[in-house]
């Protein structure tokens, strides 16, 4: 192997450092005894303890999950229907306008998201009476409408690079639109559901401006907990929650990555006995 | 009725009591303004194997596409097996498609790609079982039943294409491109036994296909299209050795063309003066063409005789020429000769002989003569 030079090496070591030393550091300190966070003492896990003690940080932790799970779905259903539609249905009337409304909540700011959506609830609770009031409900629904775009971006290129005749294929061979839609399509682009489904699940996770326009009382997101404990000073708790939640992301974004590579191997292996196996 | 092919000539078109099993009447289709089919009327006869030739964007393909119902024509009608096909959805018509794709499902095994029209028809699970089973026996891919199609090779996929399209044993068969992807020596296996599946099966194939090849070995007949229309409808033989227009000699084959102008002419002959071939070209039929009027003489390569010595009559349908380029093929050499009035001819010569020091080689003299039935008239 050729020698790298110092150059590349050290861009190496500075690109490292520059993305993990942030979290290295909060690792390191989520073990730290003392009860300032920058200040080092010795190695402990209690704060891991007094973590698990911490009812409102359960709570709201178990609350973003369940608010996550239920917009990634939706946002999934949605966003695939936004896809079928710019993808499939040729020219229509609104194409463009319909092309541009999906895909401007990933630049709008989230501000103005936050601010337009508390309004509209608003507005609706006076005129029909749903929502009523703010939580839950209304988080999911806010979360739904920004990350429904992504779904509808990632699955509308899966749906563009798809053979089209595969699909007509399935129509000649007598299924009908419905069925060729759940027997052939969605198999097909199932892959890209699901890298959807976790984009939105992840996406929801981590908001905190939106969900703090549209939320009410008693539902409050792990993202508004932190935020609203870190205003009053770091806890090395704070340290400790989030080296948790790093842990966790880390082990899904490898697992996730080792089954990939796993198929890859198995595709590439199949590929080789189809060259083999022919005469 | 397989013995109607094999005792009498299979010749529906020629029956003016035979009814068409295809009636395309009239049809034309327009994406926008662009006219992809224009105007075309054509009848398709019970067990024929008809391609549609002609290069891309001829509209071919999206003919065929109009049989099987993924488009709708602008205007005219189509007619199968008697019933107006205009309104009827793809997955209600008793016609199958093969892809030029081959379009197969990519998450399911050979078995359940060849399974899946049979289950949309409700077909009891054990039969559906004996019949995809006895479709892949007869493609050859008997053992290749649980395999995934990317697991396959491209002339496997192509065969399970066709058992998928087969096994609902549809009334008409519909084929984009069905050899494209195939190397050569595999094409020409596949199309034999396209030919005998067709053959025991009984099923009218419509064949859409750029490669004028395959169409002459496949086809009962051969519609050649150009610019959304048929020019001309034919058998095989018809087509080759009596196009009826420049475009359709020069499409199928290689052709020699010479223009020129009516000079003499009776009942069963015609003379016609060619300023580029410095002889009159004589042909042993008379020809429906108004005196004086501009028109075209087809003569194709291996119809020319090449020779160094001048030959016995050599009045007319004679030329003389220096050899400017051989392409040796094996079986034939390809000669591209100069006429003295500098135009380019192509003449093939059989290699009938393995050794021979006398053969015709670069910059020889030579004479080039024909047969007064070789000259095809073309007043297109």
Redesign the interface.
């Known amino acids: 192997m050729k020698q790298k030079s110092w150059f590349l090496r050290g861009a190496l070591a500075l690109g490292f450092a520059f993305l993990y030393l942030p979290i290295l550091s909060l690792v390191v300190y989520s073990f730290n005894d003392n009860k300032l966070v920058t200040v080092w003492s010795k190695f402990s896990v209690k704060w891991y303890g007094v973590l698990l003690q911490d009812e409102p940080i359960l709570s709201a932790a178990w609350l973003s999950l369940k608010i996550a799970f239920m917009n990634a779905t939706l946002a999934v259903i949605l966003g695939t229907l936004v896809a079928l539609a710019l993808a499939r249905f040729g020219a229509f009337r609104g194409r463009a306008l319909l092309s541009s409304l999906a895909t401007a909540p990933l630049v709008m700011p989230e501000v103005i998201t936050g601010l337009s959506l508390l309004l509209l609830f608003v507005a609706m609770e006076q005129f029909i009476g749903w929502p009523a009031g703010r939580g839950t409900l209304t988080i999911v629904i806010a979360h739904a409408t920004f990350s429904m775009s992504y779904v509808a971006v990632i699955v509308q290129s899966r749906l563009t690079g798809m053979?089209v005749?595969?699909e007509?294929?399935?129509?000649?061979?007598?299924?009908?639109p419905a069925?060729v839609f759940m027997v052939?399509t969605l198999?097909?682009i199932a892959p890209a559901l699901l890298s959807g489904w976790l984009l939105a699940f992840t996406l929801s996770l981590d908001d905190l401006v939106i969900a703090s326009f549209v939320s009410g009382p008693g539902s409050t997101t792990l993202p508004m907990v932190i935020y609203s404990k870190v205003r009053l000073g770091l806890s090395p708790e704070i340290n400790a929650l989030a080296t948790l939640l790093v842990g966790f992301v880390s082990i899904a974004v490898l697992g996730a990555g080792l089954l990939m590579a796993r198929q890859e191997r198995l595709?590439q292996r199949?590929?080789q006995?189809?060259?083999a196996?022919?005469k | 009725m397989a013995e109607a092919k094999t005792t009498t000539a299979f010749e529906p078109w020629t029956d003016p009591n035979a009814v068409p099993y295809i009636e395309i009447r009239n049809v034309t289709k327009k994406f926008g303004e662009f006219v992809a089919v224009d105007n075309v009327s054509l009848n398709i006869y019970k067990q024929e194997l008809f391609c549609l030739l002609g290069g891309s964007g001829c509209g071919k393909t999206t003919l065929l596409r109009m049989l099987a119902g993924f488009e709708e024509p602008t205007s005219g009608q189509i007619f199968i097996d008697g019933q107006d096909m205009a309104g009827i959805a793809p997955y209600r018509r008793p016609v199958n498609m093969m892809f030029q794709s081959y379009a197969l499902f990519p998450h399911m095994t050979v078995e359940h790609n060849v399974a899946f029209g049979l289950k949309q028809d409700n077909v009891p699970k054990g039969e559906i079982a004996d019949r995809v089973a006895k479709i892949l026996e007869l493609v050859k891919l008997g053992s290749f039943g649980k395999r995934k199609p990317h697991q396959l090779s491209g002339g496997q996929r192509q065969r399970v294409a066709l058992a998928r399209a087969l096994v609902k044993q549809p009334k008409l068969l519909l084929l984009d491109e069905p050899l494209g992807a195939l190397d050569k020596k595999l094409r020409e296996s596949t199309q034999f036994e396209l030919m005998k599946i067709q053959d025991q099966l009984g099923v009218t194939f419509v064949v859409v296909t750029h490669d004028q090849e395959e169409a002459m070995t496949l086809s009962s007949r051969i519609g050649v299209m150009n610019h959304g229309r048929i020019i001309q409808t034919g058998t095989p033989t018809e087509i080759y050795e009596f196009p009826n227009s420049r475009f359709v000699a020069d499409f199928v084959g290689t052709v020699n063309m010479f223009p020129g102008r009516i000079v003499d002419e009776d009942n069963d002959y015609v003379r016609i003066g060619c300023d580029e071939a410095a002889c009159t070209i004589f042909i042993n039929h008379g020809v429906a063409a108004p005196p004086n009027a501009e028109l075209w003489v087809a003569v194709r390569p291996e119809k020319i005789h090449l020779t160094r010595e001048a030959p016995a009559d050599a009045r007319d349908n004679c030329v003389r020429g220096t050899v400017d380029g051989i392409a040796y093929m094996g079986d034939m050499s390809i000669y591209n000769v100069r006429l003295d009035s500098g135009k380019m001819i192509k003449v093939t010569q059989p290699n009938l002989i393995r050794h021979s020091e006398d053969t015709i080689t670069w910059d020889d003299r030579v004479f080039l003569h024909w047969h007064a039935s070789s000259g095809v008239v073309l007043t297109l």
């Open positions: 053979d005749s595969i007509e294929a399935a129509l000649d061979l007598g299924a009908k069925k052939i198999p097909i595709r199949d590929v006995m189809a060259i196996g022919n």
